[in-house]
């Protein structure tokens, strides 16, 4: 099986970002490469593990997100009648994650009640 070499300018092209981009990801040991002939050369395959890992920590990310989203979390407790009601009439001490419960279910309700007005409106 051949080896497959990119210039760091194809991978620059492939990845649409600037080919001192490419050399200080190569540089900085985020991406793998070889030096041939005082040339970087960067393999399919380290390629591809590069992104690999980059949709991962992506991904990663994208479910800190929704754990730390208290709207995330009331949405879900509202499938569950009786754990929400548990928790909503519960005795949490500050910081902990029962009160972070409670806090967004009473927010989560008072948005769905029309008593709470978001003020700002993002676009996915």
Same mark, same amino acid.
């Given at each position: 099986?051949?080896?497959?070499?990119?210039?760091?300018?194809?991978?620059?092209?492939?990845?649409?970002?600037?080919?001192? =981009? *490419?050399?200080?990801? %190569?540089? #900085? !040991?985020?991406?793998?490469?070889?030096?041939? @002939?005082?040339?970087?050369?960067?393999?399919?395959?380290?390629?591809?593990?590069?992104?690999?890992?980059?949709l991962?920590?992506?991904?990663l990310?994208?479910?800190?997100?929704?754990?730390?989203?208290?709207?995330?979390?009331?949405?879900?407790?509202?499938?569950?009648? =009786? *754990?929400?009601?548990? %928790?909503? #009439? !519960?005795?949490?001490?500050?910081?902990?994650? @029962?009160?972070?419960?409670?806090?967004?279910?009473?927010?989560s309700?008072?948005?769905?009640?029309?008593?709470?007005?978001?003020?700002?409106?993002?676009?996915?």
């Amino acid at each position: 099986m051949n080896q497959i070499f990119l210039t760091p300018e194809e991978v620059a092209e492939l990845l649409r970002v600037s080919t001192d =981009d *490419v050399v200080e990801l %190569i540089e #900085d !040991g985020s991406l793998s490469a070889l030096q041939i @002939g005082g040339s970087w050369r960067v393999t399919q395959e380290s390629l591809t593990g590069f992104l690999s890992n980059g949709l991962k920590a992506q991904n990663l990310k994208a479910i800190n997100r929704v754990m730390q989203d208290p709207i995330a979390w009331a949405n879900m407790l509202r499938e569950f009648p =009786d *754990v929400a009601n548990s %928790i909503i #009439d !519960g005795d949490f001490k500050d910081g902990t994650f @029962g009160e972070f419960l409670q806090k967004a279910l009473a927010t989560s309700n008072g948005v769905a009640s029309g008593a709470i007005t978001t003020l700002h409106s993002r676009k996915l």
